[in-house]
């Protein structure tokens, strides 16, 4: 029963690799979210989809592309991944885009890049 | 822009002592704020917000946070430490007003619990 979900929960990959991270939520939420938590616990607002569109795009690689293929499912794709890119990525949801809206957290995918 | 503050990357305190995390922000227009928990090689869960009437916000396991505009401050308590409160605790912002509307977190406060 899961309220936030993403698979893999590890990822080990050489530099160069093109990886997915897939994520899903069952709360019935509209808005979904990827988060980058660096090697010093520090956590910044990568993309967030409202209903399917991207309505917060932060400065982040071209590298990254997030794909909404419906509201329950957020998933990031990463192109010629590089040593930088190694983190902890986190989903989230909210019932929508306010400002208070309370965020649901997935458990985190832990991507290593050698 | 908005930012966040918190002071002391590091608290340590003894089983059933009080615990007090410090969250300062830094906004022309006092924002939402929040308090979400980080337990090791999990996702974050929220703690307690603040959005709107009583400054003292009472949250899960037994925390509670007061906003005190004049202070900027939105600082996190609990009465008595337990073991199982060993974790990271982000405190995050979000604007009141038209615009970007995204948490904007602290660097995180990671908390000790000695037996």
């Known amino acids: 029963d899961t309220a936030v979900s993403q698979t893999p929960k590890y990822l080990v990959t050489q530099m160069g690799n093109d990886k997915s991270i897939k994520c899903e939520q069952n709360l019935g939420h509209d808005t979904m979210y990827w988060y980058k938590q660096d090697s010093k616990k520090f956590l910044k607002i990568m993309f967030s989809y409202n209903n399917k569109e991207l309505i917060i795009n932060e400065t982040v690689p071209n590298r990254f592309s997030p794909k909404s293929p419906d509201k329950a499912h957020l998933n990031l794709h990463i192109n010629s991944l590089e040593l930088g890119d190694s983190a902890v990525y986190f989903c989230a949801s909210s019932q929508d885009t306010g400002a208070q809206e309370t965020q649901y957290f997935g458990p985190g995918t832990r991507l290593l890049v050698l | 822009a908005q930012s966040v503050t918190q002071l002391g990357s590091h608290v340590s305190v003894s089983e059933g002592a009080l615990v007090l995390l410090r969250c300062n922000y830094s906004s022309s227009v006092p924002p939402y704020l929040f308090w979400y928990v980080q337990y090791p090689n999990q996702g974050l869960q929220l703690l307690l917000k603040y959005t709107t009437g009583a400054t003292l916000v009472k949250g899960i396991n037994g925390f509670e946070a007061e906003f005190k505009k004049s202070e900027t401050s939105f600082h996190l308590t609990k009465p008595s430490a337990h073991m199982s409160d060993a974790a990271e605790y982000f405190c995050?912002?979000?604007?009141?007003?038209?615009?970007?509307?995204?948490?904007?977190f602290g660097s995180g406060t990671r908390l000790q619990v000695q037996p």
């Open positions: 995050a912002v979000s604007p009141r007003t038209t615009g970007r509307r995204a948490l904007t």
